[in-house]
T-cell receptor
Framework: GNSVTQMEGPVTLSEEAFLTINCTYTATGYPSLFWYVQYPGEGLQLLLKATKADDKGSNKGFEATYRKETTSFHLEKGSVQVSDSAVYFCALRNTGGFKTIFGAGTRLFVKA | DVKVTQSSRYLVKRTGEKVFLECVQDMDHENMFWYRQDPGLGLRLIYFSYDVKMKEKGDIPEGYSVSREKKERFSLILESASTNQTSMYLC????????????FGQGTRLTVV
């Protein structure tokens, strides 16, 4: 079946530190991969996506590269800000599928 | 700007009540979803719909039903609310096209007392 595994949190960083949140997936077929972010008290919103192998998604300084050989889609940011504190979800949507499969979420705290 | 709107941000209901959570999207999306979100459990899919009047069970449908009479509206119904249904409920919609993302509402925090 399809599944997404992401690193457990919480992750606590100081402002301007480098961020990596690991995500690996299992899927039949050729899924599209997503990172969503959830700020306190809100619903999820798309952060970035990649729809085929070797694509890089990027937005607001965040990046992730679709690595089919390692079935991974790790989220990175070179310098985090306090405003990046949120919960981050890795997700996949498989070819021909209706549903999006989400990881458990990783909470990020950024200290000033 | 695309929008998914849930009818309430906060709701308090009594045990045994019938509860309706409403969700409306203005993007002409075919697919609509209801999730619940609980600490440590992530997002769990309750029901989804890929067309008007069509519905499919998700991972945790017990105690819930849904209705989709119009394309833009997807309702979640708790037939007889129980305290273990206290949770954050998230509605989402998406196109059926390959590789498209889901759009979420702001969530409804339901407390059953």
């Amino acid at each position: 079946g399809n599944s997404v595994t992401q690193m457990e949190g919480p992750v606590t960083l100081s402002e301007e530190a480098f961020l990596t949140i690991n995500c690996t997936y299992t899927a039949t077929g050729y899924p599209s991969l997503f990172w969503y972010v959830q700020y306190p008290g809100e619903g999820l919103q798309l952060l970035l996506k990649a729809t085929k192998a070797d694509d890089k998604g990027s937005n607001k300084g965040f990046e992730a590269t679709y690595r089919k050989e390692t079935t991974s889609f790790h989220l990175e940011k070179g310098s985090v800000q306090v405003s990046d504190s949120a919960v981050y979800f890795c997700a996949l949507r498989n070819t021909g599928g209706f549903k999006t499969i989400f990881g458990a979420g990783t909470r990020l705290f950024v200290k000033a | 700007d695309v929008k998914v709107t849930q009818s309430s941000r906060y709701l308090v209901k009594r045990t045994g009540e019938k509860v309706f959570l409403e969700c409306v999207q203005d993007m002409d999306h075919e697919n609509m979803f209801w999730y619940r979100q609980d600490p440590g459990l992530g997002l769990r899919l309750i029901y989804f719909s890929y067309d008007v009047k069509m519905k499919e069970k998700g991972d945790i449908p017990e105690g819930y039903s849904v209705s989709r009479e119009k394309k833009e509206r997807f309702s979640l119904i708790l037939e007889s609310a129980s305290t273990n249904q206290t949770s954050m409920y998230l509605c989402a919609s998406s196109l059926q096209a390959q590789g498209t993302e889901a759009f979420f509402g702001q969530g409804t925090r339901l407390t059953v007392v």
